[in-house]
């Protein structure tokens, strides 16, 4: 059964950064792509990146373009988000998840962590 | 980028009640199309991907539809477990962007 458990969240101030890590077991790690999706408090999904099953091709929402970048360690099955120049606006609980398709670049997202909470504060 | 609108955003139902949600992207993603359901406090789950297919143990009280740009997910009688949000999702292209949700309410 595949897991994915999410950890690294907290309050982090404006400007400053922070490191997200997802962990993932029941699954083939190296077979799939990850993605981090956040939700600020009361609203909606926003998909903020995606590393692909190989990790040479990331790509990310615009509105963390040039401050987020994304990486993955597949001797540990582990992927991370690396969170620049933090913004009020970032705060959200962020999620990562696993694309339903193995090699695929089109695929849902079949399985998600219960996210971590990022707020951005000073 | 493919944005997505969901109508309506909030519907006010009854158990029982047969229920039709709607997705429109704003170019053709033509079946790839997924739905998720999010009750309050959990992650998404994934609910119908390739617009009609439901993932393994939904029930088959929902169902989805469409192709190109426009999509229904269909709940034929809602249960109590049903009331939470919907969202859709297109992966035809990155961004795989989310639309805003409907929120069933009671």
């Known amino acids: 059964q595949d897991q994915l458990v999410e950890s690294g969240g907290g309050v982090g101030q404006p400007g400053r950064s922070l490191r997200l890590s997802c962990a993932a077991s029941?699954?083939?790690?190296?077979?799939?792509?990850m993605h981090w999706v956040r939700q600020a408090p009361g609203k909606g999904l926003e998909w903020v990146a995606i590393?692909?099953?190989?990790?040479?091709?990331?790509y990310f929402g615009e509105s963390v373009k040039g401050r987020f970048s994304v990486s993955r360690d597949n001797s540990k099955n582990t992927v991370f988000l690396q969170m620049d120049s933090l913004r009020a606006e970032d705060t959200a609980m962020y999620f990562c998840?696993?694309?339903?398709?193995?090699?695929?670049?089109?695929?849902?997202?079949?399985?998600w962590g219960r996210g971590t909470l990022v707020t951005v504060s000073s | 980028e493919i944005v997505m609108t969901q109508s309506p955003a909030t519907l006010s139902v009854s158990p029982g009640e047969r229920v039709t949600l709607s997705c429109r992207a704003s170019r053709s993603v033509s079946d790839n199309l997924a739905w998720y359901q999010q009750k309050p406090g959990q992650p998404p789950s994934l609910l119908i991907y390739?617009?009609?297919t439901r993932a393994t143990g939904v029930p088959a009280r929902f169902s989805g539809s469409g192709s190109g740009t426009e999509f229904t997910l269909t709940i034929s009688s809602l249960q109590s477990e049903d009331f939470a949000v919907y969202y859709c999702?297109?992966?035809?292209?990155?961004?795989?962007?989310f639309g805003p949700g409907t929120t069933l309410d009671i």
């Open positions: 999702q297109q992966y035809t292209i990155w961004p795989p962007f």
């Open positions: 029941g699954f083939t790690f190296s077979s799939y792509g």
């Open positions: 390739g617009a009609s």
């Open positions: 998840a696993k694309d339903f398709r193995a090699y695929s670049a089109t695929s849902p997202l079949d399985s």
């Open positions: 590393i692909s099953y190989d990790g040479r091709i990331q």
